[in-house]
């Protein structure tokens, strides 16, 4: 693999920087990357872990000459940041982000954003429920979208140059315009982790079930909420600040068909739940069928016998 951009500077390295670097350095994507984060801790893990050849806990000093900007912070962060790289970015240099609300982040990003760098909003559709620079690995965006949302009068060249990075990392990119973005992960991300979060806080608050007996037959089902719901609080938190509209009406469609689930289940209304249960098997296959996933049981979980 051929060196796409000379200078890339990680802003942020939970999950996503993390493995981003994994991967440019594995890829031999570029000549240097450098390593920005607020927390001394966090930058001093980077370090340990050998993610960048330089680090600081200033965006603005690690975007200096780089000619890729990659920010990937919590989306309610994205303005500060956007602000303090302001002054600091070279004429013709990328910017672009890992957020999961794009109208949102446009609106913080690009009225700081100076005319003279290209601002190209984007969201890979990869991660686990870990954070943090120990989270990282290789290959996490193999066969994973990527979707870019580009601004009005988005340069083409520097369109083409960050596909082709994006590509280079074994993502397939897809472009659509902010306002559909932020209604499809609505639904396909979204509301699954707030519906995770709220049946896992139930089991919780609840006093006729203890918590060992929860813990205990969690493999009937209730084990697969929580990998959703382990995922990290302050990033959720700002996806539902800042997606709010589209959440809430993805909120509002879902509690009109649990009703409707609710009513055929209290009047025994067998044929109605059959047809529902047979008509949403077919999205599991579908999503096997365009390679997000893999058809075996359990979900691909190794057990103990699959050693022998």
């Not at 559709?125 to 580009?150: M, N, Q, V, Y």
Request: hydrophobic share 40%.
């Amino acid at each position: 693999m051929s060196v796409l951009f000379d200078r890339i500077a990680l802003i942020g390295i939970g999950l996503i920087g993390s493995s981003l670097a994994h991967d440019i350095r594995r890829l031999g994507l570029t000549k240097e990357i450098v390593v920005a984060t607020r927390s001394a801790d966090t930058l001093k893990r980077a370090e340990e872990l050998g993610l960048g050849d330089r680090y600081t806990t200033s965006s603005a000093e690690a975007v200096r000459d780089a000619d890729l900007i990659i920010v990937s912070v919590p989306v309610g962060a994205s303005e500060s940041v956007a602000k303090e790289i302001a002054g600091s970015l070279k004429p013709g240099a990328i910017v672009t982000d890992v957020g999961s609300t794009k109208a949102s982040v446009i609106a913080q990003m690009q009225p700081h954003t100076p005319d003279n760098v290209h601002f190209i909003p984007g969201h890979p559709l990869a991660g686990t429920e870990k954070s943090g620079p120990d989270a990282g690995f290789p290959g996490l965006f193999e066969g994973r979208w990527c979707i870019f949302t580009p601004v009005a009068n988005t340069d083409e060249t520097a369109l083409k140059r960050l596909r082709g990075f994006w590509e280079a990392l074994g993502s397939k990119v897809d472009e659509m315009d902010a306002e559909h973005h932020d209604k499809v992960l609505a639904i396909v991300s979204h509301l699954p982790h707030i519906i995770a979060y709220n049946i896992v806080g139930t089991a919780d608050d609840l006093e006729t079930v203890t918590e060992s007996e929860v813990i205990k037959y969690s493999a009937s089902g209730f084990r697969d909420f929580t990998r959703l719901a382990a995922s990290d609080p302050t990033m959720w938190r700002d996806v539902c600040l800042h997606n709010r509209d589209a959440i809430l009406e993805m909120l509002a469609r879902f509690s009109e068909d649990l009703a409707y689930l609710q009513r055929a289940i209290r009047w025994g209304e067998g044929d109605k739940i059959f047809e529902l249960f047979t008509r949403t098997r077919a999205i599991r296959r579908s999503i096997i069928q365009a390679g997000q996933d893999v058809d075996a049981p359990d979900f691909g979980r190794p057990h103990p016998l699959d050693k022998k």
